[in-house]
T-cell receptor, first 115, second 111 residues
Framework: GAVVSQHPSRVICKSGTSVKIECRSL??????MFWYRQFPKQSLMLMAT?????????EQGVEKDKFLINHASLTLSTLTVTSAHPEDSSFYIC???????????FGPGTRLLVL | QKEVEQNSGPLSVPEGAIASLNCTYS??????FFWYRQYSGKSPELIMF????GDKEDGRFTAQLNKASQYVSLLIRDSQPSDSATYLC???????????FGKGTKLSVKP
C-alpha cells in the first residue's frame, strides 16, 4: 500500500496561536511531500513542496514565514501555521511520493478553524 | 504557465451508464497523467495513472491518453451512485516535481 496519515484531523484554535500539522508516510519512504490548501467548493491549491533535508519551495503568494515547513525525515513532514487568523481557516492536505516516483498519495487532511 | 483544463460540470449520468470525464493539458512535453477522486469533505484518492498513448483499464475505470491531442479522459463503466464525486485530472510537470491539477469535474450518478 501507500498510506499517508495526518494529525490532527481537525483543530480549532484562537486567533494568534500557532498550529502544527503532521504528515506521515506510514509504509513507504517519501523524499518529497507536498502541502495543499483547499477552501470550501474550491480546487486544490499547492502551497509548497517539501524535500527531505532541504528547505521547502513555496508557491507564489504563500508566505514562508507564516507557513513553516519541516521535512526532517523520509516519513515525516510538518506544517506550522504561525499566528493563525480566521482567514487561515481551511482544509490542509498533504501528499507524499515514494522516492523515485511521481505518483502522489494524499493524507486524509486537517480541517483548521481559527476563531 | 502550464494548465490543466476540466469541465466543472456537474455531469449527471443515470446508474449503470458510462460516465466520460475529459481533461486537456497545455504542456506538450508532459509524460505522466493521473486521475483522482475526491468525495465532498474528503481528500483526493488515486484512481489510476497513465503514461502511454492508448487505453489503460482497471476494473470499471478506463483511462485514455492521446498525447498528440493533449487530451486524457476517464471512463467509468456501470456507474454507481457511490461514484458521485469530483474527479481531478493531474499532470506531472511542475518544476519541483509537483502535479498540476485541474479544477475537477463533479459527477453525479442518479439511481
Amino acid at each position: 500500500g501507500a498510506v499517508v496519515s495526518q494529525h490532527p484531523s481537525r483543530v480549532i484554535c484562537k486567533s494568534g496561536t500557532s498550529v502544527k500539522i503532521e504528515c506521515r508516510s506510514l509504509d513507504f519512504q517519501a523524499t518529497t511531500m507536498f502541502w495543499y490548501r483547499q477552501f470550501p467548493k474550491q480546487s486544490l491549491m499547492l502551497m509548497a513542496t517539501s524535500n527531505e533535508g532541504s528547505k521547502a519551495t513555496y508557491e507564489q503568494g504563500v508566505e514562508k514565514d507564516k507557513f513553516l515547513i519541516n521535512h526532517a525525515s523520509l516519513t515525516l513532514s510538518t506544517l506550522t501555521v504561525t499566528s493563525a487568523h480566521p482567514e487561515d481557516s481551511s482544509f490542509y492536505i498533504c501528499s507524499a511520493s515514494r522516492t523515485g516516483t511521481k505518483t502522489q498519495y494524499f493524507g486524509p487532511g486537517t480541517r483548521l478553524l481559527v476563531l | 504557465q502550464k494548465e490543466v483544463e476540466q469541465n466543472s460540470g456537474p455531469l449527471s449520468v443515470p446508474e449503470g451508464a458510462i460516465a466520460s470525464l475529459n481533461c486537456t493539458y497545455s504542456d506538450r512535453g508532459s509524460q505522466s497523467f493521473f486521475w483522482y477522486r475526491q468525495y465532498s469533505g474528503k481528500s483526493p484518492e488515486l484512481i489510476m495513472f497513465i503514461y502511454s498513448n492508448g487505453d489503460k483499464e482497471d476494473g470499471r475505470f478506463t483511462a485514455q491518453l492521446n498525447k498528440a491531442s493533449q487530451y486524457v479522459s476517464l471512463l467509468i463503466r456501470d456507474s454507481q451512485p457511490s461514484d458521485s464525486a469530483t474527479y481531478l485530472c493531474a499532470v506531472y510537470g511542475g518544476s519541483q516535481g509537483n502535479l498540476i491539477f485541474g479544477k475537477g469535474t463533479k459527477l453525479s450518478v442518479k439511481p
